[in-house]
């Protein structure tokens, strides 16, 4: 049984930062390409940002320049950096593969308020 688990949101400032961290159990990242995807309420899930296998980044424009993923095939983490946070990207963020998904964490709320 796969068991994604989200870590590393908070309350910050609008400007303020923060690091995602996702880790599985029971499965391995290194061979899938992996992604960000956030909920804000009353709103559909969305995807943020995406990472090939081998690295490659891509990025909602909305977040483009702010935001930074990455992989640790040996810790099995995929992470998020998040800068220059603004009041939208108030969300609850999630991990998972770019397609057949695993089933989802229960996330991480990442809430941007003055």
């Known amino acids: 049984q796969v068991q994604l688990v989200e870590s590393g949101g908070g309350l910050v400032q609008p400007g303020g930062s923060l690091t995602l961290s996702c880790t599985a159990s029971?499965?391995?990242?290194?061979?899938?390409?992996m992604a960000w995807y956030r909920q804000a309420q009353d709103d559909e899930r969305e995807l943020v940002a995406t990472?090939?296998?081998?690295?490659?980044?891509y990025y909602k424009n909305a977040v483009k320049g702010r935001f930074t993923i990455s992989r640790d095939n040996a810790k099995n983490t995929v992470t998020l950096q998040k800068n220059s946070l603004q009041p939208a990207d108030t969300a609850v963020y999630y991990c998972?593969?770019?397609?057949?998904?695993?089933?989802w964490g229960q996330g991480t709320q990442v809430t941007v308020s003055s």
């Open positions: 998972n593969k770019v397609s057949n998904l695993w089933p």
């Open positions: 990472i090939t296998v081998g690295s490659t980044p």
């Open positions: 029971g499965t391995s990242f290194s061979g899938w390409p």
